[in-house]
């Protein structure tokens, strides 16, 4: 079972920090955390992965559980260019050759 | 990064009939990928394509539906066959170059009628 849980839908306003929580109880040692978004009318697009440090780049930020059992894709100021789907997905490596299972994701909206 | 384009980027059919899609992508990927998203809903992976191997399909997507051809490493194409309305999707195709991340195309929006 690759699921993982997210809120169906987060609020934020404008350059404040957005916290979007992922719950994957039961993942692996092995499985990556992948965090993509997808902006209306367009496909996904990466924003970062980590395995069990917390991870940062231009995009965001990404905190991980001790127990790996939870993680947080952190956007440090919000703008209305982040208002997308955003999509929390444990990829499995191995036999599907790092195949990305998509869930439900979070729909931020971005407020002025 | 990779720059990935469709075609076409919308199309509207009649049920019955058949729609290729087309995916190109600006340098050679060992592995594509093709996935449907249907009206509000998320991604859902229909097969796998690497060059040179039959394509690998997920549990609910068979061949003789979905036939998809990769004669390069920078090509793809994926068949709608024999469509009805419940086929009216987004059809995305992805690839994945450095086992990090995967980039999408920007879909092919296909309706039904």
């Known amino acids: 079972d690759a699921k993982t849980t997210q809120p169906n839908s987060m609020e934020s306003n404008e350059e404040e920090p957005v916290h979007l929580p992922c719950n994957h109880s039961?993942?692996?040692?092995?499985?990556?955390i992948h965090w993509y978004r997808q902006l209306p009318s367009q496909g996904p697009e990466y924003v970062i992965h980590?395995?069990?440090s917390n991870v940062n780049n231009r995009m965001a930020s990404l905190a991980i559980a001790e127990d790996r059992k939870s993680s947080t894709l952190i956007l440090h100021r919000a703008t209305l260019r982040d208002a997308a789907v955003y999509y929390c997905i444990r990829r499995i490596y191995g036999g599907s050759q790092g195949n990305l299972i998509f869930g439900k994701g979070t729909k931020l909206s971005v407020k002025p | 990064s990779a720059v990935i384009s469709q075609k076409p980027s919308r199309d509207i059919c009649q049920r019955g009939t058949s729609l290729t899609i087309q995916c190109q992508v600006d340098?050679?990927?060992?592995?594509m990928f093709w996935y449907r998203q249907q009206p509000g809903q998320s991604l859902t992976l229909i097969a796998t394509?690497?060059?040179?191997?039959?394509?690998?399909?997920e549990s609910g997507f068979v061949i003789d539906k979905f036939p998809i051809s990769r004669p390069n490493l920078t090509f793809s194409t994926l068949t709608v066959s024999n469509m009805s309305p419940e086929d009216s999707s987004i059809y995305l195709c992805?690839?994945?170059?450095?086992?990090?991340?995967?980039?999408f195309g920007p879909g092919t929006r296909l309706t039904v009628l």
């Open positions: 394509a690497n060059q040179g191997s039959e394509a690998t399909y």
């Open positions: 039961t993942i692996s040692g092995t499985d990556y």
């Open positions: 340098s050679q990927v060992t592995m």
């Open positions: 980590g395995l069990t």
């Open positions: 992805s690839v994945d170059r450095t086992g990090d991340e995967q980039f």
